[in-house]
C-alpha cells in the first residue's frame, strides 16, 4: 500500500493499475523519442503521460489522480513543461503524418477544413470569456482545423464572443507560421461564418483557395432538420471525437493554454492507436 503522496519516500512507487486510457509497449515506444526531458524523475515517463491520458478523458481534478499513478505535482508539472515547448504538438504532428502514409497518403495535407465550437465555461475558468450570442453560451470557442481524414491540424481557443471571421484571420496566421505541417495546404473548406473577412483575406494575401461548403451529402432523408455537409461533417466528427473525453465536456481550464493542450491530447489518444496500433 502507498504512503500518502505528501510523505512518500523517495524511490516509491505504487503497483500499476490498467486503466483503458494507458499506452500500450508499442505506442509508447511510438512516442517516447518525441519526449524530451532534462530533469530527472523518479517516476517513469511513460506512467505521467498515462496519468495525464487518465485525467484528460474521465475529466476528473488533478488533485484526484488515482493513487497508482506518480503524484499530481509531478504530473501537473510535466504537463505544463511540455504545453509551453509544444511538445503535445510535435506528438500530435508525428502521429498524423504516420497515419496519412499507413493509408497511402501525402505526409503533409494540401485540403484542411476549419470550424469552431462554443463551450461552456466553468467555474474555474473564469478569464477571457465570452458570451456568444448566436448559439446562446457564455464560455470561450474552439478553433479547429483537421485534414480530411479528420486528424486535428491546428487549434486554438479564444473568447466565445468573437467573430468567426476575423478570428479565423489571426487563427490562420498563427497555424501558418508555427506549424510545418500545412506547408502544403492549397485548399480550405468552411461554413459561411468564415466568409467574408477571413475568405478574402486568405485569397489575397495567403494565395489560399477558401470554399465555403453549401453542398449537403446525397441521400438524406427529407424529413430530417439534421444537413450534413459534404466536406464540413468531416470537423464535426472530430469535434464529435474529441467530445468523449470528459475533460473537454466544458472549459475547466484557468489558462487558454492548457485548454488548448486538452485539446492536443484528446486527439493524440485517440489517433494513437491508428497511427501506431
Known amino acids: 500500500m502507498c504512503l500518502k503522496r505528501e510523505s512518500r519516500p ?3 512507487s505504487c503497483v500499476k493499475q490498467p486503466y483503458s486510457s494507458d499506452l500500450t509497449a508499442s505506442q509508447w515506444q511510438g512516442i517516447k523519442k518525441l519526449i524530451c526531458v532534462k530533469r530527472k524523475s523518479i517516476w517513469p515517463l511513460q506512467r505521467i503521460v498515462e496519468a495525464i491520458f487518465y485525467l484528460t478523458k474521465n475529466g476528473i481534478i488533478w488533485r484526484d489522480l488515482p493513487e497508482g499513478f506518480p503524484p499530481w505535482q509531478t504530473v501537473y508539472w510535466y504537463f505544463r513543461k511540455w504545453s509551453k515547448n509544444d511538445t503535445w504538438i510535435l506528438i500530435a504532428n508525428e502521429l498524423t503524418m504516420n497515419h496519412r502514409r499507413k493509408v497511402d497518403k501525402n505526409s503533409l495535407p494540401t485540403v484542411a477544413i476549419i470550424d469552431s465550437q462554443s463551450v461552456k465555461n466553468s467555474a474555474t475558468a473564469t478569464q477571457q470569456i465570452g458570451f456568444d ?3 446562446l453560451i457564455k464560455g ?9 481524414l479528420g486528424h486535428l491540424l491546428w487549434t486554438d481557443v ?9 478570428a479565423g484571420v489571426l487563427f490562420w496566421e498563427q497555424a501558418e507560421h508555427l506549424n510545418p505541417l500545412l506547408d ?17 483575406q486568405l485569397e489575397t494575401i495567403y494565395d489560399m483557395r ?3 461548403s453549401k453542398t449537403p451529402i446525397e441521400d438524406q432523408a427529407t424529413d430530417s432538420k439534421l444537413v450534413i455537409h459534404k466536406w464540413r461533417w468531416i470537423v464535426e466528427r472530430t469535434i464529435s471525437w474529441l467530445g468523449n473525453n470528459r475533460r473537454l465536456a466544458k472549459d475547466y481550464e484557468r489558462t487558454i493554454l492548457s485548454a488548448q493542450s486538452f485539446i492536443w491530447i484528446a486527439h493524440i489518444r485517440r489517433t ?5 496500433g
Open 184 to 200: 502544403d495546404l492549397v485548399l480550405m473548406y468552411a461554413d459561411s461564418t468564415f466568409g467574408g473577412h477571413f475568405k478574402e
Open 140 to 148: 470561450r470557442k474552439r478553433f479547429l482545423m483537421v485534414d480530411t
Open 272 to 276: 494513437i492507436k491508428y497511427a501506431i
Open 133 to 135: 450570442g448566436g448559439k
Open 158 to 166: 479564444r473568447p466565445a464572443n468573437v467573430a468567426d471571421g476575423k
Open 210 to 212: 477558401v470554399v465555403i
Open 10 to 12: 523517495s524511490g516509491l
